[in-house]
């Protein structure tokens, strides 16, 4: 991994490569876990990315694993470079471990791509829709608190906006998501609106997949599908892959994410077979506006 890569992007790759040193020295992770005088757990969830690592645990693990010299020296760096905060961290109170590992992963990709069946993508909803989406989901929270993920919500629409490297995104929705009436008809006409707006981006395909197209391929509901790529200088094609695809599946048991690759090719076979059923992004964009003109 590059030093110009992503922090979360870095954080994965530091992880992994903590595992396969692991692995080469003939340690399960209870041993090493009683080196460094922690849990099995936590050194599963450092080699996977699931929590944040210190220079000095890294010094700790290469010092179990007998790593010295230059090699050293760079995961070490790696480590400090996978420390810089994001701006989600300044929300960190009030917002799960999943939703602020989806905001990060969602800040270091280069394409995102999902499909929705009941609301709308978050990168893609209007203020007064995002609210309203909120207040319904969110009964037991006070409303400052609905207010403050409002914030972080909209937030994040800024990468599809941002001036270096904006994030593709390429969404397919149900019908059912544009008919339901979400805040009623005054909303749903400035919602319908920014997303004929949003169709016109260069780095944003959206497709809407009508009831009259019937079943579809999809059986295990909305799914997001997260790919990364190294755009540093000088180090090779800006679309070539250097970190695994992640899907983001959330649910009310728990949110999900699938990084095995199985399981991740599943998900993009059938985001393909979506994209085929769907109609196409010109045809999208003139159904979205014939339906917006029908609100006020």
Not at 85 to 108: F, K, N, V
Not at 149 to 168: E, G, T
Request: aromatic letters at 6%.
């Amino acid at each position: 991994m590059v030093v110009g890569s992503p922090p979360t992007v870095r954080r994965r790759q530091l992880g992994r490569e903590l595992r396969k040193l692991r692995e080469a020295a003939g340690f399960k992770a209870e041993q090493v876990a009683l080196e460094v005088r922690c849990s099995p757990s936590r050194v599963s969830r450092i080699e996977t990315a699931r929590v944040r690592i210190t220079p000095g645990t890294v010094h700790e693990l290469l010092d179990v694993y007998r790593v010295e010299g230059a090699e050293r020296q760079r995961l070490v760096a790696l480590a400090r470079q996978a420390q810089e905060a994001g701006w989600w961290q300044a929300h960190s109170d009030s917002l799960t471990w999943e939703y602020s590992t989806l905001i990060a992963l969602e800040h270091d990709a280069t394409e995102l791509r999902t499909f929705e069946s009941s609301v709308l993508p978050g990168l893609l909803q209007t203020e007064e829709y995002a609210r309203t989406v909120l207040r319904k989901t969110l009964l037991e929270q006070i409303p400052d608190s609905t207010e403050e993920k409002l914030v972080v919500r909209l937030a994040r629409q800024r990468i599809l906006s941002r001036p270096q490297d904006p994030v593709r995104l390429w969404a397919i929705l149900d019908e059912a998501v544009l008919r339901r009436q979400v805040g009623g008809p005054d909303v749903m006409g400035p919602q319908l609106r920014h997303l004929v707006e949003m169709a016109d981006r260069p780095n944003v395909q959206l497709q809407v997949l009508p009831f009259a197209r019937g079943a579809y391929a999809c059986n295990t509901g909305p799914f997001l599908l997260l790919s990364f790529a190294d755009g540093a200088e000088g180090e090779g094609p800006v679309d070539e892959p250097v970190d695994g695809d992640v899907v983001y599946v959330e649910n009310e048991a728990g949110d999900i994410y699938v990084e095995k690759e199985p399981g991740v090719a599943r998900y993009r076979m059938v985001f393909d077979n979506l994209r085929v059923d769907a109609l196409s992004c010109a045809e999208s964009r003139s159904w979205l506006a014939d339906l917006a003109a029908e609100l006020p």
